[in-house]
């Protein structure tokens, strides 16, 4: 089983069986708790992230969603990074894969494209994975 990505939304194929791809979608795309020290999309007061992140040192998810209301900057870009690059340090550290890259461009207006590249153990191939979100959607 893994989870595929459309633009803006994820997909389940039963048929076929990507463990990297599956972590990698659910990291990026599943919210993880602010940070005290975040700033909050329109001012809200909504920290998000799964409940059970209170009661353990293993965070779900990434903070990509607190750029929901962001501009098209490359200070974005710079967080949108940072954020993808910390929601799958886990799978490093699990030793699921060696390392990972993530390039974050704007391609077009209110586009946000990821691209990852993990480095797996078993392998010294590089896969690629794009990811398309819309700013303000994210």
Known sequence: MQLTWTTNSADIDYNNGNEILTNIITSLFTDARANEDDILPGGGVDRRGWWGDSFSDKKIGSRLWLLSREKQLSSVLKRAREYAEESLQWMIKEHLIKSVTVIATNPA??????????????SDDVSEYSFTAVLNNI
């Open 109 to 122: 207006n209110s586009i946000l494209l990821l691209t990852v590249r993990p480095i797996l153990y078993k």
